[in-house]
C-alpha cells in the first residue's frame, strides 16, 4: 500500500505549482547521453520564498571597516551588509571557525564584497584555516601550477628545441639555436610519423584531438555571458584560461582525460575567482581555478569514467541512491515516477549530478546552490543528492498529475523555482526522520 503523504509536507511553507500557467508538450525526450548534455531552458512559474534565508537581495558594497549607514538604506541591504561584515570578521580571523563559516553559508552569502571568491577557497581545503600560511600555501601552488604548464603544454618541436639545446651544453657540435635535431639523433619514438605508444608525436596528436574537444565545449559554456562568451579580449582570455585548466588536468589525469561537462563544473569556480575583489588574486584566477577544481571532482570524478558506471561509486549507483533518498521520504511519489510512468532516475537525474545542477538554474541561483555544496559538513555529493530529491518533491502535485511523456519534459526542463526555497526543503530533508 502506499504510504501517505508526509505530514510536514502539507505545511504551507510548501505549496504547489500552478499547473494552470505550465504547458507541457507531450513529446517524450530521449535520455541524454554521456557526450551531449545540452543547457537547460527552464519554465517560468517561481516559489515564494520563505522568509527565513535571504541570498537574493541586491549586496551592498563592504569594507574591512565599519562605517555609518545612511538612514535611506533599504533594510534588504542593511541585513545584507551585517551578514557581509560578519564573513569578513569570520573569514579575518588568525584561525578560521569552518563550523562558523558554514552556519554563516547556510544563511546566505552576500554576491560582492569578494565574500565568495575566499569564501570557497577555504570552503575547499585550497587555503588552510590558519590565515599565517595563506601568502606562502597560494606562492606555492601557483608556482606549482605555472611548472604543470611548462612541462605538460608544450608541442614536440619545442621539446625538441629544449632537448637539443639541453644536449648542447654538454655537447658543442650540436646545433644549438637551430631548432631541429640532427637527423641521426632522431629516433624512431621522437619521428611524427611513429605509431608506437612512446611516441612523444603520437600522444601529441592523441592530446590535440582533446584540446579540440575542450576547445569546443569552451565555446558553448554559458553563450548568454560576456564574460565566457564574445570577442571581446576579456572574454577571449578567459576562455584560454579555462582550456589550459582542463588540458592540464587532462595530461595529469590519464585515465580520465577530460570528458565533456568538465567545463560546467569548472566555470562557476573561475568566474568567482575572476571577479575577486583583490585584483592579485582576480589575476591568479586560472592557477586557483585548477586545484579547486581538482579538489571539488575528486569527489565526483567517477561519475565521469564510463568503466565505473555499473560499480559502487559509479553514476548509476550515485542515481539509485537518489531513488532511496525519494522512497524513504515520499514512498508515493517514488512509486509513481519508478513503477507507474516508469521514469528512471537516468532520464533526468545524470544531468543533474554529473553537472552539479549547473545547468538547471540560472547562472547567479548556480552559485547559491554551490554555496550550500561546499559548505555542508556531509560533504557535496551528500548535498546534491537532497537536492536532487527537494526538486523532486517540489514539484510532486505534477509528477503525480502527469504520466510518463509529460513527467519526462518536466524533470529535462526543471521549472523556474525559488532557490531558497528549495534550500530550505534540503535542509528539512536532512533532518527529518525515515518514514
Known amino acids: ?59 551592498a558594497p563592504l569594507s574591512h571597516h565599519a562605517s555609518e549607514t545612511p538612514r535611506s538604506t533599504p533594510a534588504p541591504l542593511l541585513e545584507d551588509a551585517s551578514r557581509g561584515d560578519r564573513f569578513h570578521a569570520a573569514l579575518s580571523k588568525r584561525n578560521i571557525d569552518l563550523a562558523e563559516l558554514r552556519m554563516l553559508t547556510a544563511e546566505g552569502v552576500p554576491d560582492s564584497g569578494g565574500i565568495r571568491s575566499v569564501l570557497w577557497k577555504v570552503l575547499l581545503g585550497y587555503l588552510p584555516t590558519n590565515r599565517d600560511l595563506w601568502a606562502e600555501e597560494l606562492r606555492r601552488k601557483r608556482a606549482q601550477y605555472g611548472s604543470f604548464k611548462e612541462e605538460l603544454l608544450l608541442s614536440p618541436s619545442e621539446l625538441a628545441r629544449r632537448l637539443e639545446k639541453f644536449n648542447g651544453m654538454e655537447n658543442e657540435d650540436s646545433c644549438a639555436g637551430s631548432g631541429l635535431l640532427h637527423r641521426s ?59 589550459h585548466v582542463l588540458a592540464v588536468f587532462a595530461k595529469l589525469n590519464p585515465g580520465i582525460q577530460y570528458v565533456q561537462g568538465m567545463n ?8 568567482v575567482f575572476r571577479n575577486d575583489a583583490d585584483e592579485q588574486n582576480a589575476a591568479q584566477a586560472e592557477p586557483d581555478s585548477f586545484f579547486c577544481f581538482v579538489t571539488l571532482l575528486s569527489g565526483f570524478r567517477d561519475h565521469f569514467c564510463q568503466q565505473l558506471d555499473n560499480s559502487t561509486v ?5 542515481m ?31 544531468r543533474w ?20 555544496l561546499l559548505s555542508d559538513p556531509d560533504g557535496p555529493l551528500e548535498s546534491l ?5 527537494a526538486m523532486l518533491i517540489l514539484i510532486r502535485k505534477r509528477l503525480l498529475a502527469g504520466d510518463f511523456t509529460s513527467n519526462l519534459k518536466l524533470l529535462q526542463n526543471y521549472p523556474s523555482t525559488s532557490v531558497n526555497h528549495l534550500l530550505d526543503l534540503a535542509d528539512k530533508l536532512r533532518g527529518l526522520p525515515i518514514l
Open 1 to 59: 500500500m502506499n504510504r501517505s503523504v508526509p505530514d510536514w509536507m502539507k505545511s504551507s511553507l510548501w505549496p504547489s505549482f500552478d499547473d494552470r500557467h505550465h504547458a507541457i508538450v507531450d513529446t517524450a525526450e530521449t535520455p541524454t547521453p554521456r557526450s551531449s548534455i545540452p543547457p537547460n531552458q527552464p519554465d517560468t512559474a517561481v516559489l515564494p520564498p520563505p522568509p527565513q534565508r535571504v541570498v537574493s537581495s541586491p549586496p
Open 185 to 243: 639523433e632522431i629516433t624512431h619514438g621522437e619521428h611524427p610519423l611513429s605509431l608506437g605508444e612512446t611516441s612523444i608525436w603520437n600522444k601529441f596528436f592523441q592530446d590535440t584531438e582533446i584540446m579540440k574537444q575542450i576547445d569546443r565545449d569552451i565555446k558553448r559554456t554559458h553563450p548568454d555571458m560576456d564574460f565566457f562568451c564574445g570577442d571581446s579580449p576579456s572574454a577571449k582570455l578567459n576562455q584560454e584560461a579555462l582550456k
Open 264 to 271: 560546467e563544473i569548472l566555470a562557476p569556480l573561475f568566474y
Open 314 to 318: 559509479g553514476i548509476r549507483s550515485t
Open 320 to 350: 539509485s541512491r537518489l531513488t532511496q533518498i525519494l522512497r524513504e521520504h515520499d514512498e508515493e511519489l517514488w512509486r509513481h515516477l519508478e513503477i507507474t510512468t516508469k521514469v528512471n532516475p537516468q532520464f533526468y537525474a545524470f
Open 353 to 372: 549530478i554529473t553537472l552539479l545542477l549547473t545547468q538547471e538554474f540560472n547562472f547567479t541561483d548556480s552559485l547559491h546552490i554551490w554555496d550550500a
Open 385 to 389: 543528492l537532497r537536492l536532487c530529491c
